[in-house]
């Protein structure tokens, strides 16, 4: 077995909503992670797992253990206590909990257990967090840079490696106003009231997916920021923005963004503005740290993501401020 286990964070750049109703996602690992080690291993840095977090920790290595076995896999027992390293902050957007499954399912499978068997594991364990969870945050959550993350018969999606054109991202978050569950419950209500303009909007959303990742793989990064606000005006109409989330986004195309939208749920959360450079993105980054209810993290080549896999983290006293964010 593992003495350690890695996960990372995660941000859907097209897809929120419309993956729900079948149509596929694209979406990225970030440069952020977490790492949990068995205690003792005197890892530099660690420290043992918040005692919030333990209880539910805990309840997902029995699901992700059970899963494991269920395929023939053996998996280390539960152990009392475990500590961990991470620089995705709670509450975010950033797939915390996607995070921790996954490097909970490398933590106690052998070291050459297949990547799908690894996915499907994590999920078990992303049920204890959220109930009946896509697959979308843990597939991003195994690393590796850009896919499209497409649904078919299995409850588990189908996941492709999309290269990607030079592309500056600022990811950053604000607090939630709305929790997932009130926003897709809150969509599925105005979809009955009004089907056909709900509808449209997801059908262009989907569209708008599937338009992102060919211009991606065909090396068009110009094309991606129009794409992006047309995306947040339709997340818009449907009741998923928020006031603050909306300041956040002007505020990123005055700086300079050539789009900017939002990333997963909804309701605040995370976000993204797209750069023509890295020297507009920490520019844009600059800007929107001013904000008080706003953090970003460090500013990133997505196409140098995709290149190194995403096996380089982003940690220190950059992000502390999220996490001072979530703390209050």
């Known amino acids: 077995m593992n003495s350690a286990g890695i996960g990372y964070g995660k941000l859907l750049l097209f897809g929120e909503h419309s993956a729900v109703y079948g149509y596929p996602a694209l979406g990225t690992s970030l440069p952020i992670s977490t790492r949990l080690f068995l205690s003792g291993t005197g890892t530099k840095g660690a420290e043992p797992v918040p005692e919030l977090v333990r209880p539910p920790l805990r309840a997902a290595w029995r699901e992700i253990q059970a899963a494991l076995e269920s395929r023939g896999v053996p998996a ?24 921790a499954c996954v490097a909970l399912a490398r933590l106690i499978s052998p070291a050459e257990c297949d990547t799908a068997t690894l996915w499907w594991a994590a999920n078990c364990g992303e049920r204890v967090f959220h109930g009946t969870p896509s697959g979308i945050d843990t597939g991003l959550a195994l690393g590796g840079g850009l896919f499209l993350i497409e649904f078919g ?14 592309l500056y991202l600022v990811a950053g978050t604000v607090a939630r106003e709305r929790s ?19 509808q449209s909007a997801l059908d262009r959303l989907g569209a708008i997916t599937q338009d992102a990742a060919q211009f991606l793989r065909r090396k068009r990064a110009s094309t991606i920021g129009s794409l992006a606000d047309e995306a947040q005006s339709l997340l818009r109409s449907l009741e998923l923005s928020s006031d603050t989330l909306e300041e956040v986004l002007t505020l990123a195309k005055k700086a300079g963004a050539s789009g900017a939208k939002l990333s997963g749920a909804g309701g605040g959360g995370a976000f993204y503005a797209i750069a023509p450079d890295m020297e507009t993105a920490m520019r844009i ?16 080549n997505l196409s140098k993501l995709v290149r190194d896999k995403a096996e380089k983290e982003t940690t220190g006293a950059a992000l502390e401020g999220i996490n001072e964010l979530y703390r209050g």
């Open 153 to 166: 018969g299995d409850r588990i999606p189908v996941r492709t490696a999309v290269s990607s054109a030079e």
């Open 180 to 198: 997932t569950k009130e926003l897709v419950a809150g969509l599925a209500e105005l979809r009955r009231r009004d089907p056909t303009r709900v």
């Open 76 to 99: 280390m027992e539960e152990r009392e206590n475990l500590d961990y390293l991470s620089s995705v902050p709670m509450g975010s957007g950033f797939g915390s909990s996607a995070a």
């Open 285 to 300: 980054a600059a800007r929107l740290e001013e904000h008080p209810a706003c953090r970003t993290i460090p500013p990133f």
